[in-house]
């Protein structure tokens, strides 16, 4: 019979470098005790790094970069997935993402129908999941998304001319249907922008 620490790094070893992994997809190979021991001693090895309490990484490697680590983003959605939760994400992080910011923030917030938690990622990140009504979940775009929650970081009349190029040209990968869709979704001073950047406008 192969041992839990022969299981589960079989396990990771198959499912192929990249992958987040969490420590209960591991639970039905031992006690939870010995799980947490053999995935610690598999960091020990350096064969996993340890991202969070109870979430790993089997990372790639790159020659001259060295570990390869997911984004916050992937991490939260891995989260989300395994939850069956939706995300979306908010503030700072939406404005990185869109292009309107180039700061990196150190806190990504997401709004979720999943449970609310705050997840601390390395050193300095921190990843927070926010429980939210499910009209701010109910978004069909994913560029429509970003820019509602970008634009309500930004605050009214305080968005700038160079701001608006940037969201125009995201939303023109939005069919006319989800910006319209969408923008009934957000407040007023919000749709008014969005449906400025419908095709047939």
């Not at 591991?26 to 053999?38: A, C, D, M, P």
């Amino acid at each position: 019979m192969q041992s839990v620490h022969g299981k589960i790094e079989t396990k990771i070893k198959r499912r192929g470098r990249g992958r987040i992994i969490f420590s209960s997809d591991f639970f039905s190979y031992g006690t939870n005790l010995s799980v947490r021991h053999t995935l610690s001693r598999l960091c020990q090895k350096g064969l996993i790094v340890r991202l969070s309490a109870g979430i790993y990484l089997y990372p790639k490697i790159d020659d001259e970069l060295g570990i390869l680590y997911p984004s916050i983003l992937d991490i939260a959605r891995e989260i989300a997935k395994r939850e069956k939760a939706r995300l979306v994400p908010t503030g700072l992080y939406a404005l990185n993402r869109l292009g309107l910011s180039t700061q990196v923030p150190a806190k990504a917030i997401f709004l979720t129908d999943g449970s609310p938690r705050t997840i601390k990622i390395g050193e300095k990140a921190i990843l927070k999941f926010r429980k939210t009504a499910a009209k701010n979940l109910a978004f069909t775009g994913k560029i429509t998304q970003l820019v509602c929650f970008a634009l309500k970081e930004i605050g009214k009349d305080m968005v700038e001319e160079e701001q608006l190029e940037r969201i125009g040209k995201a939303l023109s990968f939005e069919s006319d249907s989800t910006i319209e869709h969408d923008a009934a979704l957000a407040p007023e001073w919000i749709a008014k922008i969005m449906l400025k950047f419908r095709h047939g406008e």
